[in-house]
């Protein structure tokens, strides 16, 4: 289904010319280059010759099953073994991915490399490849926003006054399996009442009242990849405060999304969303978004502090500005998109007014 041997050939093309392979050690890019998903696994993709992929005899029938068009070495010190394996196929310099080698394995492997390999501290070269989707995964980000968006109509039709938030997550996580999700995205966020104003609250037995908000933030994963929506609807009858917030959010949503086109600068969408919330009197709680896919956080991050380069087409990102009021509630609404040469275009279709539900 994935490409996976497409994309050992683009991250050798993004080689470094410091180096003559690169050691992976981080789980989630051996399985974006592999496939494989056991727990304990590494990958050496040299410049030139074949990969070698490195896990233990629990996961010896899964990694060829896998990944069948790799040779995989049995070890438990899966990093080690794959630094030697370089030195013996003539590697002198191999890349380690910096960001996740622990300064123990660090020395673990500059001890299996001995004299003969320099190893070479390497950027996000992974990441960044997986910052731009391929249609495989443009599919099951798609999918996976479909149930998403299944779970979110089934829960909001059953929602009634005295359901808890805990009771509540517990429904998305059912709805999302019965429409074929494979499990949740992350721990669903339902936040009643004033809890919405609070903006990654964890859900609890404070049950439903007339007149609240009721912020949901959840989605299913699927085929590895994860999807990530806000919706916040209110249990009749609305007020016009809620009324005011929620159309504030929607139209500074609506224009991020809006802004959100290839060759905009990550840092610069969220400073635009930020001046908008702070133009309607509110305080900034958080960024507008991140990347999503493998991860449910990834990169680019649309914050203050990202240092993500322009948009790509075919990145992957959630738009999710909130406006909370403390002690009042709050209101965010999120949308995972995908960057196509004409705009973001929104995977979670959940409509976005304010609908008061029960
Ligand atoms: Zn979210
Ligand atoms: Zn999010």
Same mark, same amino acid.
């Given at each position: 289904m994935f490409p996976h041997h497409e994309r050992r050939t683009r991250l050798i093309e993004a080689?470094? !010319?410091?180096?003559d392979a690169l050691l992976v050690t981080r789980l989630i890019n051996v399985a974006y280059l592999t496939g494989f998903t056991g727990s304990n696994g590494a990958l050496l993709v040299p410049r030139v010759g074949t990969p070698v992929i490195a896990t233990d005899s629990r996961y010896a029938i899964q990694v060829t099953e896998q990944a069948p068009d790799l040779e995989c070495i049995d070890a438990r010190a899966v990093g080690s073994v794959l630094v030697e394996r370089a030195g013996q196929s003539g590697v002198r310099r191999l890349g380690v991915e910096a960001k996740h080698v622990t300064l123990a394995s660090y020395d673990a492997l500059q001890g299996a490399a001995g004299d003969g390999i320099t190893l070479v501290a390497t950027g996000p070269l992974v990441e960044a490849l997986r910052a731009v989707k391929d249609d495989s995964e443009i599919a099951a980000l798609t999918t996976a926003c479909e149930i998403t968006d299944a779970a979110f109509a089934t829960v909001t039709a059953s929602l009634r006054a005295g359901v808890a938030e805990a009771e509540v997550a517990w429904q998305l996580a059912t709805a999302v399996r019965e429409h074929?999700?494979?499990?949740? &995205?992350?721990d669903s966020i339902v936040a009643f009442g004033p809890n919405s104003a609070i903006p990654h609250h964890e859900p609890t037995d404070r049950p439903l009242g007339a007149g609240e908000l009721v912020k949901l933030d959840f989605g299913a994963r699927y085929a590895g990849y994860h999807a990530d929506m806000t919706r916040t609807v209110v249990l009749?009858? &609305?007020a016009d405060w809620q009324r005011d917030v929620h159309a504030e959010v929607l139209a500074i949503q609506a224009a991020s999304r809006a802004a959100?086109?290839?060759? &905009?600068?990550p840092r610069d969408l969220d400073a635009g969303a930020a001046a908008a919330i702070e133009a309607t009197g509110h305080r900034v709680f958080h960024g507008l978004g991140h990347g999503v896919g493998l991860?449910?956080?990834? !990169?680019p991050f649309l914050t203050s502090g990202s240092v993500a380069g322009p948009l790509a087409e075919s990145a992957a990102v959630t738009v999710e500005p909130g406006i909370y009021l403390p002690g009042q509630g709050g209101v965010r609404i999120e949308d995972t998109v995908v960057i196509d040469a004409g705009g973001a275009r929104s995977l979670t279709q959940s409509a976005r007014d304010l609908r008061e539900v029960g």
């Open positions: 080689f470094p !010319d410091t180096i074929g999700g494979s499990g949740m &995205a992350f009749t009858p &609305a959100c086109v290839v060759g &905009a600068v991860e449910i956080h990834e !990169d």
